[in-house]
T-cell receptor, first 108, second 111 residues
Framework: EDKVVQSPLSLVVHEGDTVTLNCSYEVTNFRSLLWYKQEKKAPTFLFMLTSSGIEKKSGRLSSILDKKELFSILNITATQTGDSAVYLCAVINYQLIWGAGTKLIIKP | NAGVTQTPKFQVLKTGQSMTLQCAQDMNHNSMYWYRQDPGMGLRLIYYSASEGTTDKGEVPNGYNVSRLNKREFSLRLESAAPSQTSVYFC??????????FGQGTRLTVV
């Protein structure tokens, strides 16, 4: 059975800290991996990763995919309270397979 | 540039009432999805449609029906609403090579 597992399920850090969120998968016919940020509304797209070892970067957020070890990480440096959200990972084969999300809380 | 349009945004139903959630996308995507999201939980797939004319059950299909009316529209129907169906519902669309696009969500309360 295809599955996507995110860890940790929740994380509380202080402003300015760096966090690393994990997404591991066991999926047949992998095509790409997506990261989303969800506040109190619909998820918003962050990154799409298709190739191993190529870092995608947007401001303080970055992500990389390891297709050999079947995981991806999302890094957030110099965290701010506005980074507080649920971060969702999805893997695409012929459909979208979602992880349960990581709830990140940034304390001032 | 509407993307995915989902209606209504909010709805309160009495137990046993029926309603249809509407979803339309203007990106020519083949795949469309209905999810529900309960507090503190991730997205759970109700039904999906890989192409016009096809629909398949997801993880939690009981109590729901869907219709892929055409390539643009994918509706979700609750025939007899139950309090357990109180949730936030999201429609999404996707095609290969792109990310998934979400509607704004429908907050449904069944009393």
């Amino acid at each position: 059975e295809d599955k996507v597992v995110q860890s940790p399920l929740s994380l509380v850090v202080h402003e300015g800290d760096t966090v690393t969120l994990n997404c591991s998968y066991e999926v047949t016919n992998f095509r790409s991996l997506l990261w989303y940020k969800q506040e109190k509304k619909a998820p918003t797209f962050l990154f799409m990763l298709t190739s191993s070892g190529i870092e995608k970067k947007s401001g303080r957020l970055s992500s990389i995919l390891d297709k050999k070890e079947l995981f991806s990480i999302l890094n957030i440096t110099a965290t701010q309270t506005g980074d507080s959200a649920v971060y969702l990972c999805a893997v695409i084969n012929y459909q979208l397979i979602w992880g349960a999300g990581t709830k990140l809380i940034i304390k001032p | 540039n509407a993307g995915v349009t989902q209606t209504p945004k909010f709805q309160v139903l009495k137990t046993g009432q029926s309603m249809t959630l509407q979803c339309a996308q203007d990106m020519n995507h083949n795949s469309m999805y209905w999810y529900r999201q309960d507090p503190g939980m991730g997205l759970r797939l109700i039904y999906y449609s890989a192409s016009e004319g096809t629909t398949d059950k997801g993880e939690v299909p009981n109590g729901y029906n869907v219709s892929r009316l055409n390539k643009r529209e994918f509706s979700l129907r609750l025939e007899s609403a139950a309090p357990s169906q109180t949730s936030v519902y999201f429609c999404a669309s996707w095609r290969e090579g792109t990310e998934a696009f979400f509607g704004q969500g429908t907050r449904l309360t069944v009393v």
